[in-house]
């Protein structure tokens, strides 16, 4: 299958499989991030890269007074993204999605809040980002931005061909124009944008034998996560399909094992405007 221009700068694509998956991910991640946010004073929320709708699930689930504006570049997404708020019964008075290039944003409104998750990683130039969407961001307005830090992947005991295609993966992610390791950027990237009151906190996973059940469940996360890039991985020549099939056994093997760890740290910022 022929790949367009924007699904090369996706690692992931945007096959339906793909989509239900970014659903199942909100879910299983869903503690660690939405448990440190407090949006309970804040109405209206611009959420940038929206995509099919599955942080934006959350939030109402978390936060049902809000009003979201969701910003996607990708119309397939919106599609989605529409019909799972419909599925769910949030109507057009609760939610709306438009299709713009967060990099040259152009809103008819201000908002008091915004939130970006697993975005700006794939973003070629984040810091683009985050001038953009601030003259929409009424003064004072809260911002929460939740982004990978893929250096801290660990996993015991090492399995070579998990580590392997983890690092091919990340490398490709980097020639797409992305970056797998923003999170630690975060920082430096809102003190620059000139945002106000920025703080930065770690959080993810460290999972052993005192929580299987939740360890398996995150392996077999994980594993669906480093699959989603092997179209894109394989069409490249970078990996082979033997090398996905070794990756993904080597993650059973994991998930297999009573004494395995697995450990994952992601990086949240909050600041005001």
Known sequence: MEHTSAEKRYIHGYQEVEQERLREQ????????????????VTHILEIGSGVGAQTEVLFRRFPHLQITGVEYEAKQIQKAEWNMQRLGVGSDKVRFIQQDAQDLDLPQQYDGAFICWVLEHVEEPLKVLTSMKPFLKAGA?????????????????????MHYWKVYNEFQISLGG???????????????????IQLRADGF????????QKDRVFEYWKN?????????????????????AMQEGLEQLKASEDSVFYYSFIQASATV
């Open 26 to 41: 909100a879910l299983v991640i869903e503690k660690p991030i939405y448990d440190a946010l407090d949006f309970s004073s």
């Open 142 to 162: 809260l911002v929460s931005i939740t982004e990978v830090f893929n250096a801290s992947f660990y996993t015991y005991p090492l399995i070579p061909a998990v």
């Open 179 to 197: 970056n797998p390791h923003v999170g630690a950027q975060l920082g430096n990237l809102l003190d620059q944008a000139g945002y106000k009151n």
């Open 206 to 213: 460290h999972l052993d034998r005192r929580d299987p059940i």
């Open 225 to 245: 996560l480093m699959s989603s890039g092997a179209p894109l991985l394989i069409d490249a020549g970078v990996l082979k399909a033997e090398d996905v099939l």
